[in-house]
């Protein structure tokens, strides 16, 4: 089958890999017809991790049943299903608890859960290829209408979609609430258009990048260009002063690497401990990683990130943090889309055949063109 491989640091190919196959009795291969970019799958491209070559990209995943394994119950050949971009068993304690985002059996070392296409834990290849092996999967395949009507929402319910209302429920987002999202990507924007579906009165949006700014402001929410000042003031200014009531760190992995721009994730962080009012609530769906080679702080190890705890401390914050359990939101999810209450879609910037793969890459990592979110398309011609 073909299937988009890592070579070295910014480069990707199409290439013919060996089909996946049925290796448990849980296990399901399904025929992918949609699967995204994601922000992780750019870490990785920019030789930012141990991935070695020929490992295959892709934890954002939509596609048919085509092979069903003996011991799977709920899942039938010709179903549509999404699939959760962390992998679950669905038994151990974690999952049990509803946190299916750190998986204790695919994971066991007390870290948050593998995905498809981990370079370190996971069910091994990801979903940007013709097809994928799904593990536990009367767990992990979320039944979706037949047919190819909303493809591009749906193909948002592996991930971004799920994780920007994660961070909306870590944060504790309730309905009349003012909320400022740091990070306007994908999770960023979900996050914020998630707040307005749950109720909040007004939305701030901080990011440097005009097009995504303007994609905030299309979906209700106000734009804070964090280039024209330091955003947490614009904000306090836009609240009489008091600042917001809740607040989500969306920008995670950084993006550019080797342009020298994009903000270290500290200094997010801590402009949310600016932004949010005393007793208010932070949530942190995206990874939080240093700008390599070295972070904007000399004493700060690799791995670490200066917060300010004191003030964090004083004003009385909770901070929840964490990869989204998508298995607690992605039916609900599933369902706002089916009735015409959500449409996620908006961040997909381009649907592209899977050849094409290695240039969205290369434009999506540079932030050109337009491109921000990529579905890839395994069956286009």
């Known amino acids: 089958m073909r299937a988009v491989v890592y070579q070295e640091p910014f480069q990707v190919a199409v290439q013919e890999v060996p089909d996946p196959h049925i290796e448990q009795p849980n296990d399901v291969i399904v025929r992918i017809t949609s699967t995204c970019i994601c922000g992780t799958d750019l870490y990785v491209y920019g030789g930012r991790t ?23 119950i709920t899942v039938e050949q010709g179903d549509r299903v ?11 304690r974690n999952c049990r608890a509803g946190s299916t985002g ?8 007390g870290r ?6 981990s370079v370190t834990t ?3 290849a990801g979903g940007q290829a013709e097809y994928l092996r799904v593990p536990y999967a009367d767990v992990n395949c979320l039944p979706l209408p037949p047919g190819t009507q909303h493809e591009s929402d749906y193909v948002l319910l592996a991930d971004v979609f799920p994780s920007g209302y994660h961070g909306c429920e870590l944060a504790g987002v309730s309905p009349g609430e003012t909320v400022a999202v740091y990070g306007a990507g994908p999770v960023g924007l979900m996050a914020a258009y998630c707040a307005l579906l749950c109720g909040a009165s007004r939305v701030f949006v901080v990011d440097r990048v005009p097009e995504r700014l303007a994609t905030a402001r299309d979906i209700g929410a106000v734009a804070v260009d964090s280039s024209t000042g330091d955003p947490a003031q614009q904000i306090k200014d836009l609240t009489g002063g008091e600042g917001t009531d809740k607040g989500v760190g969306a920008v995670g992995f950084p993006i550019t690497a080797g342009t020298g721009e994009g903000e270290e994730p500290v200094t997010v962080l801590n402009q949310l401990v600016q932004t949010v009012r005393p007793t208010g609530g932070l949530g942190v769906p995206a990874p939080c990683v240093r700008c390599e080679p070295v972070g ?55 649907e592209l055949p899977l050849d094409e793969a290695p240039v969205a890459y290369q434009k999506a990592d540079q932030r050109v063109d337009g491109y921000t979110k990529v579905v890839l398309k395994p069956d286009a011609g």
Not at 102 to 109: A, D, E, F, K
Not at 112 to 117: C, D, H, L, R
Not at 338 to 343: F, H, L, S, Y
């Open 82 to 92: 999404v699939v959760p971009f962390t992998v679950a068993c669905g038994f151990c």
């Open 50 to 72: 141990a991935a070695q070559p020929g490992t295959v990209f892709g934890h954002e995943n939509l596609g048919i049943v085509e092979e069903v394994g003996a011991g799977v």
């Open 122 to 124: 996971g069910p091994g």
């Open 102 to 109: 750190s998986c204790l059996t695919v994971h066991p070392s």
């Open 112 to 117: 948050a859960g593998g995905a498809y296409g």
């Open 296 to 350: 904007v702080v000399a004493d700060a190890e690799p791995g670490t990130l200066l917060v300010a705890v004191d003030t964090l401390f004083e004003k009385g914050l909770r901070v929840g943090t964490g990869r989204a359990d998508v298995k607690r939101y992605d039916r609900q999810l599933r369902d706002l889309i089916t009735e015409g209450r959500a449409t996620p879609s908006f961040v997909v910037s381009h």
